[in-house]
């Protein structure tokens, strides 16, 4: 079973609408992140966090907010869809403390907003 | 601001013939450079962690070195299996607001090996 999974894996939305996207691991990991990846800009950091009781924007946060449910739980909602956000998007886990640990990415959310 | 700039954007080899990938950095106070895979459609997979200038990483056919300003990972005798993209990330020593420990990626150099 894969470490770090992401639902759904395809998903297409109507622009207004609130979309939740999930993630789960089971690395045992503190933090979690969640990424977009749009062609040509590559990987950018939208939301970030260390544990339950942390959570950090990251470099394009606007539009988009998240829940820690539990240290093994992410989600990042958009609360109102918009065609821009079309994208794939990831989710990621790495160990904490001051080394800089590298990051496992779960397999992605096709995201389509009409 | 930090920036990773990867080197080239596309790349074609024959199968067997070695080339390097270049991924340049500007960061204030390097911790860690990342390379990753990413085959399409799929979420990266790391490779290898970088700390300190001089230092060397290998994997099956693949070696990451670095210096001072950027990492080269070094791509032996490929075969079309290594087709792919490969992403090149940093994390640098400036903190920010919670001290983020962010990584910065580079737009990652596509690959294809052709048989």
């Known amino acids: 079973d894969a470490d770090v999974t992401q639902t759904p894996r395809n998903r297409i939305t109507k622009t207004g609408k609130r979309i939740m996207l999930e993630c789960s691991q089971t690395?045992?990991?503190?933090?979690m992140y969640w990424y977009r990846q749009d062609p040509g800009l590559g990987l950018r950091l939208i939301y970030y966090s260390f544990d339950v009781k942390d959570i950090n924007k990251g470099e394009i946060s606007d539009g988009y907010s998240v829940s820690r449910q539990a240290q093994a739980k992410f989600s990042l909602s958009l609360e109102s869809a918009i065609p821009n956000q079309t994208a794939l998007y990831f989710c990621?886990?790495?160990?904490?403390?001051?080394?800089?640990?590298?990051?496992?990415f779960g397999p992605g959310t096709r995201l389509t907003v009409t | 601001e930090d920036q990773v700039t990867q080197s080239p954007e596309a790349l074609r080899l024959q199968e067997g013939e070695s080339s390097s990938l270049n991924c340049s950095y500007t960061v204030s106070g390097l911790r860690g450079l990342f390379w990753y895979r990413q085959d399409p459609g799929k979420g990266p997979e790391f490779l290898f962690t970088?700390?300190?200038a001089g230092e060397e990483k290998e994997k099956e056919r693949l070696k990451a070195t670095l210096t001072k300003k950027e990492s080269f990972l070094h791509i032996t005798a490929p075969k079309p299996e290594d087709s792919a993209t490969y992403l090149c990330a940093v994390q640098a020593g400036a903190y920010s607001g919670a001290g983020s420990y962010q990584l910065t990626f580079g737009k990652g150099t596509k690959l294809s090996v052709i048989p």
């Open positions: 970088l700390y300190s």
């Open positions: 990621a886990t790495s160990e904490g403390g001051n080394r800089p640990y590298e990051q496992y």
């Open positions: 690395k045992g990991h503190d933090r």
